[in-house]
């Protein structure tokens, strides 16, 4: 049985988590005011998702 | 809110040397600074967050210490590898400067992982990640103390 702080997560789940954690505080340290932190973590957070899933098809065809 | 205020304008920020450029400042203002700097640095380092608290910065320490934390649990949850100061090989050894890089977390890290780490699956390597992200981006966070300080970042 898995102790209570143990977690197992998929793939997917822990690249959005560490896209989100990372993007939150990128965005903190480098933008000032709530709009422009808003925006940048976004913006992060969707370039990581993106470029994650698309590094990982691109890989694809050479692991078969 | 006090967070979006330049250190230079925060009235009730740490007191830091009062001049127009650092070019103007006397070579004792800006040793003061420097010496500051690197305190404010070393206690980002060791408490993920400090560094911008000492500076009224709340919203980025906050920031720093919630993300730093959240990775570090994750890391350890997943039965990532926390590396020792016994690293047989380059990668072992970069990634012990990697989870150094939490400062006191690194403490925490090995109490929660009560069962050791688990890299033979990929929850485990997972885990490896989270930790050693959340040491760099807590020394990406002293850094930003360290230059906040000696004003040369807002």
Known sequence: MMPPHEFRLS?????????????????????????????????????????????????????? | MPDELPIAETSSAVPVAESASPCSAPAGDHRRRDALALAIAAAAWFLPGLGHALLKMWGRALACFSTVALLVILGAGMRGNIFSRSGEDAFAKLGYVADLGVGSFYFVARALETNGPDVSHANGDYGTRLLATAGVLNMLAALHAYEVTRARKA
């Open chain 1, 11 to 64: 793939h997917f789940q822990a690249m959005v988590i560490f896209a989100l954690v990372v993007s939150v505080a990128f965005g903190f340290l480098s933008r000032r005011g709530a709009y422009q932190r808003a925006r940048y973590i976004l913006w992060s957070f969707i370039l990581f998702l993106v470029i994650g899933v698309g590094i990982g098809w691109t890989m694809y065809p050479f692991s078969h």
